[in-house]
């Protein structure tokens, strides 16, 4: 074990075990970043959820907690797109889907993902998750503006010829659009992709709608959120959802 961690560290890694994924490989200066558990109830749910061989796109990927978690349990017939716009996060990222050796299977895509294509402003703050399109976080006020390539869930899949099995997002308030730019990919085989996002009420105003357009967004893709986190009102409050078929699933 010593051993182990001391050429580790020595390439420029060291070995962490993250939500029950052993073996996994860190930049040693971002330690501090991979706790043993990282949001339990989420990760134990696409944990029983994701299959060996699902296509995961990773929206808002940072610096690859889920993607690295998620490339280990699609294994090796399964592909995790890890959309990453901020380079400072990117470059990370990258780094730590080469340590532990998964770049046959996660592929990190520079760019931001919402309901249109082409370029927009992007406010980053190095590696932090506060992140975001189109307007500063109020957390980072001190972001820096840059500009990046957008894109859509449909556009990706469409260029990639892939149907996702799961949409997994945290894009700080832009939430909505995203479920916007999803509308063919989701309505291709209803029930059959299955999505989780972070929802940031609080920041929807800033992103140009609010909770209406969230009910809206929700309903045009016959979606209902179900709380992962143990929130009271899922729509309202700040947590991590499922978005589930109103109706049951077929199979």
């Given at each position: 074990g010593l051993l182990i961690a001391q050429v580790l560290a020595a390439r420029g890694a060291v070995p962490v075990v993250l939500n029950g994924v052993e073996h996994l490989r860190v930049d040693p200066r971002h330690r501090s970043h991979f706790p043993v558990s990282y949001e339990p109830e989420v990760c134990a749910f696409l944990r029983s959820e994701v299959r060996a061989g699902d296509v995961v796109l990773n929206i808002g990927a940072n610096i690859g907690l889920y993607a690295l978690c998620l490339g280990h349990w699609v294994g090796a017939s399964g592909r995790v797109f890890a959309f990453e716009p901020a380079p400072d996060a990117r470059l990370l990222l990258e780094r730590h889907v080469r340590l532990n050796a998964l770049a046959d299977r996660v592929e990190v895509v520079a760019a931001?993902?919402?309901d249109r294509v082409g370029t927009a402003p992007?406010?980053?703050a190095g590696i932090e998750g506060t992140n975001r399109l189109d307007q500063p976080n109020p957390d980072a006020p001190d972001a820096e503006l840059l500009s990046v390539t957008v894109t859509t869930i449909d556009a990706f899949c469409e260029e990639r010829n892939?149907?996702?099995d799961w949409i997994v997002a945290d894009v700080e308030g832009h939430e909505a659009a995203v479920l916007r730019g999803a509308r063919q990919t989701?309505?291709?085989?209803p029930g059959r992709t299955r999505i989780v996002v972070e929802m940031h009420p609080s920041l929807w105003p800033a992103a140009g709608g609010g909770l209406g357009e969230m009910a809206q967004a929700l309903e045009a893709l016959d979606l209902t959120p179900v709380a992962l986190?143990?929130?009271q009102d899922p729509l309202r409050?700040?947590?991590i959802v499922a978005l589930e078929p109103r109706r049951p699933r077929a199979g």
């Amino acid at each position: 074990g010593l051993l182990i961690a001391q050429v580790l560290a020595a390439r420029g890694a060291v070995p962490v075990v993250l939500n029950g994924v052993e073996h996994l490989r860190v930049d040693p200066r971002h330690r501090s970043h991979f706790p043993v558990s990282y949001e339990p109830e989420v990760c134990a749910f696409l944990r029983s959820e994701v299959r060996a061989g699902d296509v995961v796109l990773n929206i808002g990927a940072n610096i690859g907690l889920y993607a690295l978690c998620l490339g280990h349990w699609v294994g090796a017939s399964g592909r995790v797109f890890a959309f990453e716009p901020a380079p400072d996060a990117r470059l990370l990222l990258e780094r730590h889907v080469r340590l532990n050796a998964l770049a046959d299977r996660v592929e990190v895509v520079a760019a931001a993902v919402s309901d249109r294509v082409g370029t927009a402003p992007f406010f980053a703050a190095g590696i932090e998750g506060t992140n975001r399109l189109d307007q500063p976080n109020p957390d980072a006020p001190d972001a820096e503006l840059l500009s990046v390539t957008v894109t859509t869930i449909d556009a990706f899949c469409e260029e990639r010829n892939i149907a996702a099995d799961w949409i997994v997002a945290d894009v700080e308030g832009h939430e909505a659009a995203v479920l916007r730019g999803a509308r063919q990919t989701i309505g291709a085989r209803p029930g059959r992709t299955r999505i989780v996002v972070e929802m940031h009420p609080s920041l929807w105003p800033a992103a140009g709608g609010g909770l209406g357009e969230m009910a809206q967004a929700l309903e045009a893709l016959d979606l209902t959120p179900v709380a992962l986190q143990g929130q009271q009102d899922p729509l309202r409050e700040y947590g991590i959802v499922a978005l589930e078929p109103r109706r049951p699933r077929a199979g």
